[in-house]
């Protein structure tokens, strides 16, 4: 990934100006690892999704390695007692493909699938540590890391 080096004039705005600035720019990804939250509030379709489909949409925000937020859309396939849930986040930096695969008697690990622009190259895992899709809405939050 390309590198952006930006210089500004901060000599009359103070050290405050400058924090701002460093606190909104997206994490550069340079191979180290980075913890990263994602939390989720949707509204579900009602309806247990086995085919792919949409099976919610919502908004998430995502805090830590990465400062991000938009809209999400979960598509859900089951196949037995697997679910996987392909969680699309559309953020104002690209957009982020979770896999999230839940089995019915354990824990709901997830990987980052793909991402565009600012987060093409992006890799990560981790697991979904709250689940409360019976919520209205529902919310969901995942941590891991990226790199």
């Known amino acids: 990934m390309r590198q952006r080096n930006i210089v500004l004039s901060l000599a009359a705005a103070g050290p405050v100006v400058a924090v701002l600035i460093s606190s909104c720019a997206p994490a550069p990804h340079n191979g180290t690892n980075s913890n990263l939250t994602v939390q989720c509030t949707e ?3 009602g309806q247990d999704v086995t085919d792919g489909g949409v099976a919610g949409t919502g908004h998430c925000t995502l805090t830590g390695g990465l400062h991000d937020s938009g809209p999400t859309t979960d598509y859900r396939t ?14 104002a930096n690209g957009t982020i493909t979770f896999l999230i695969t839940i089995n019915t008697a354990g824990p709901a690990p997830w990987t980052i699938t793909s991402g565009t622009k600012t987060y093409a190259k992006l890799h990560g895992r981790g697991h979904q540590v ?11 939050v995942l941590k891991g890391t990226v790199s």
């Open 43 to 45: 509204s579900l379709t």
């Open 78 to 91: 089951q196949n037995g007692t697997t679910i996987l849930i392909r969680r699309v986040v559309t953020g």
């Open 130 to 140: 709250v689940d409360n899709y019976t919520g209205s809405p529902a919310t969901f």
